[in-house]
Every structure is written in C-alpha cells, then in structure tokens.
C-alpha cells in the first residue's frame, strides 16, 4: 500500500511516498517558494535528485505538478495514480475537537477551517492541501494527523491558563501544546528501544528544532508540554522568545510606540536564539562561535540549555519522577555538546550520568546514559511522516473492515 504524506506550509509543499509493506520511503522532496517568484520542485527517486524550475501558484498547481512528475517515465516511481492508496496530511491545529488522526470528509474539513481562527497561520495551508488533494485525487481517502491531537490527554490543570474563565468558554484560549506526532512517535519509540512497557514509563521529550518544545509523557499520555496557545511559549527557539512576562508586550508597545502586531513579529520572527546572540538562528553557528570563544554565542548557548534544564525539572515535578529523557529534532538529535551540558550542569540531582562516547553521535537512535544511570536518557531521530503515514494506513484500513 503506497501512501502519499504531505506538509503543506504557506509556501511549500514537503512530501513522501511510501510504501507501507516495508515502510520505505520510495520518493520524496519539497515544493518551495509557492506563489512567489523562482518557485521550483526539489525530488528524489531512490538516490537521484532532480529540480524541476515551473511557475507554481498556488497549492493545486503544485500538487498537480507533484502528481505528474510521480508518474514521469524519468523521475517518476508509479505506474499511475491508482497507485496511490491513501494521502495523509499534515495538520497544525486540530482545537479541542480531534484528539487523534481522522479520514477527512466534508465535515471534517468545515471543523479545521473553523480552526483558522487559533491557527491563522497555519491552518489555511494545510487546508488549501487538502482540498487540491480531494480535488485531484477525489476516489482516494485523505486522513488529517494533528499536530495538537497528541496533547489533548491534558489535564485540565497543564491546559488551563489562570485569566478569566470565561476567555476560555469564549475563545478556548487554552494550551494546547503542538509537536504531538514527534513527541509521540519519540516517546513510544524510546520504550521500544529500551524494551519497557510505554505505559508505564515517565517519559520527558525534547523536540529541540527550529521550533522547540517539550512534553511531559505519563505512562502513555502526554500530560504537560511547553508551546501553549500558540507556539511562542516555553523554550528558547530559533527565532521566538519562548516564555516571557506578559507585561513585556505592553511595555514595548508603549516604549517602542509599536502595534500589537509588531511586538508579535518580534517575538515570534526576530526573538529567540537570533535576538539573543545578533548573529544567527541556526544553533550550528551559536555552537562554533561557543566553542571559538566568543562571549555572546556562548551566552546564548548557556540561556538556550538553562531553559531546558529549568522545564525538565518542572515536569519531573509533575509527574512526580521520570524514568527516560528523550532528545530529538535539528538541534536534539545533532548536538552532543547540548546534551551534555544540560545532563551535567542541572541534572545530576536526579542520578543521570552521560557515556560522553556513547553521546559522541548524530541522528542515530542510541542510548547515552550509562547503564548506572537512574534515568535513559535517549537520542531517538524523530519521523513525523511515518507517523503520519502510519496513521493513515490504520485509519483506511479500518474503514474497509466497517464497510
Ligand atoms: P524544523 O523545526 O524546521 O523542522 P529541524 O528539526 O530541522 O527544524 O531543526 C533545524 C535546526 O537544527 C537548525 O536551525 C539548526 O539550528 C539545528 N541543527 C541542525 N544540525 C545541527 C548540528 N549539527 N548541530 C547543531 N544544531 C544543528
């Protein structure tokens, strides 16, 4: 069973085929720069790359390019698109309605449009995916995987924000945490690979990319994690603030005489990482210049783990212990030198100690505590497509037996 995963962003469509049988991934790459001038197609059939330069407008124009180039005699790995047996999409913010994956109908999507109104930015590409997928492949089913579905196990004292109930009833300001499909594809993965029953370990996960969160796993169920109503809290992260004092955003507003959009901007686009250090968004860069000596990457380096350091022990806390701690994402799975400070500057109270060899590796699945640590700590490469895809096949599965 062949199923299409696909990430629709503002701009860009990433997308995978693969083959369920085995789990491999047969083609995959990335439309970029939908909309905009220079747009272009970036694909790989088993080892070979092509780019494919077209004027691509919008989301259905690139799908259907997608489609062609899939069957191309060249560039192509299908024979035609009844190949295809089920598309499975990317969806950033499911509210409180989808607690996990779901086959999309007409009625599905009217409920993630109503989502537009939390995720304004998100949510209207991955639909304008959906509905150029529906159109170009209509006798194909398509599943929506959430990004928020994960975290819906929350109780209600992780979600609740302490402002006025009402704006709750009103607007469902709330948390409601993203990264789910990492954060459970890592954790899970983490009781396997340790060979334990995940439904009885406490489990911490640090999705540690350019967006950066971290989840509070308790015996199966994600029970805290720091992106909140919208992905601007908690950690430090490549371009956004993470937490801060509400108070901060008037003050700049008055200070600065900026709307409340701008100070938005800032936070989200020109804060983080980036703010601190005035040299780049990219942890590689603050590691070099860290590592070289210089004062402001070194600082930054040092705020960046302080951060993880002061969550981990807040969601110990709340799920009074923990058994694994998981590093996964761009920064989690490629930065031993991370690792390491964090497990040994903050977290030795809890009896954790690094292999420093065994921590020595990049995106590779491996244990790098020592077999005397209290708590596993684990590098596990996340995979949110085969999760995706995995769901997908479940879900059309399932609904072929109900038929
Ligand atoms: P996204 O959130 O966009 O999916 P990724 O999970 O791909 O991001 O993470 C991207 C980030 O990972 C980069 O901005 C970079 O800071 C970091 N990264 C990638 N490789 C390394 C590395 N070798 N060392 C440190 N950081 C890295």
């Known amino acids: ?153 929350m109780p209600k004292i992780a979600y609740l924000y302490a402002i006025p109930y009402e704006y709750y009833e009103k607007y469902k300001i709330r948390r409601y945490g993203f990264h789910g499909t990492s954060h459970r594809y890592v954790s899970k993965r983490a009781a396997e690979i340790l060979g334990k029953r995940y439904e009885e370990l406490k489990i911490i996960t640090c999705h540690l990319g350019n967006g950066a969160s971290i989840a509070a796993v308790k015996y199966g169920k994600s029970i805290d994690t720091s992106m909140g109503f919208t992905p601007l809290e908690g950690l430090v992260m490549g371009t956004r603030s993470g937490d801060l004092d ?19 901007e800032i936070l989200n686009k020109k804060s983080g990482v980036l703010g601190l250090s005035g040299i780049s968004s990219d942890m590689r860069e603050i590691e070099d210049g860290a590592l070289e000596g210089d004062p402001t990457a070194r600082l930054t380096l040092d705020i960046y783990e302080y951060r993880i350091a002061k969550y981990i022990g807040a969601y110990a ?42 921590n020595d590796v990049k995106g590779e699945e491996v244990i790098i505590s020592t077999s005397d640590s209290k708590v596993s700590v684990l590098v596990v490469p996340t995979n949110e497509e085969l999760v995706i895809a995995r769901d997908t096949k479940e879900i059309v599965e399932r609904n072929l037996r109900e038929l």
């Open 1 to 153: 069973m062949l199923v299409l995963v696909i990430n629709s962003g503002s701009s860009s469509i990433k997308y995978q085929l693969i083959d369920m049988k085995n789990e491999k991934v047969i083609s995959k790459g990335l439309i970029e720069r939908i909309g905009i001038e220079g747009s272009r197609m970036k694909h790989r059939k088993n080892d070979e790359r092509f780019t494919i330069e077209r004027n691509i407008p919008n989301h259905e124009v690139g799908l259907s390019l997608l489609l062609d180039v899939l069957q191309d005699e060249k560039m192509g790995v299908i024979k035609d698109l009844s190949d295809i047996k089920a598309v499975g999409h990317r969806v950033v913010h499911g509210g409180e309605r989808f607690a996990g994956s779901v086959r999309i109908d007409n009625e599905v999507l009217k409920a993630i449009e109503e989502n537009i109104k939390l995720a304004p930015l998100h949510n209207p590409p991955n639909i304008a995916g959906i509905k150029a997928a529906m159109k170009l492949l209509p006798d194909v089913p398509q599943v929506a995987v959430f990004d928020t579905a994960f975290h819906q196990t």
């Open 246 to 264: 509400p108070a901060i955003v008037t003050y700049l507003q008055e200070v600065e005489n900026l709307s409340a959009n701008e100070v938005y």
């Open 317 to 358: 806390a709340a799920m009074n212990g923990i058994d694994v701690i998981v590093f996964t994402a761009g920064v989690g799975e490629n930065s031993p030198i991370l690792r390491e400070e964090i497990c040994e500057n903050y977290l030795e109270y809890l009896g954790i100690k690094i292999d420093k060899k065994k």
